[in-house]
């Protein structure tokens, strides 16, 4: 079956980086788009940033300049590097994996477990 792992997660300072892995298992990753989506405590889950299968990318505002999301089909992995993070960014990080290049949740498919990731003011 289809699984993705979400891995990098943490607790960082402001200002500072991390880098998510997520690992595709079960699908013809190369031919899938990729997105990470995250939840701040009490929200809505919303769109970070996702990659087309030919590596287009896209990103939410908020991240723009500060996150950005790769993939190596390779290794049938998709990552986020977050940089300059704020005490905003605090949410559970959620990958997903879907046909078509989306910023809405909807148009995902398969999505992972998540992974916490906590910026300290």
């Known amino acids: 079956q289809v699984q993705l792992v979400e891995s990098g997660g943490g607790l960082v300072q402001a200002g500072g980086s991390l880098r998510l892995s997520c690992a595709a298992s079960g699908l013809p990753f190369s031919s899938y788009a990729m997105a990470w989506f995250r939840q701040a405590p009490g929200k809505e889950r919303e769109f970070a940033a996702a990659i087309s299968w030919n590596s287009n990318t896209y990103s939410a505002d908020s991240v723009k300049g500060r996150f950005t999301i790769s993939r190596d089909n390779a290794k049938n992995t998709v990552y986020l590097s977050m940089n300059r993070l704020k005490p905003e960014d605090t949410a559970v990080y959620y990958c997903?994996?879907?046909?078509?290049?989306?910023?809405?949740?909807?148009?995902?498919?398969?999505w992972g477990q998540g992974t916490t990731v906590t910026v300290s003011s």
């Open positions: 997903a994996a879907g046909l078509g290049t989306g910023t809405y949740a909807r148009n995902y498919v398969y």
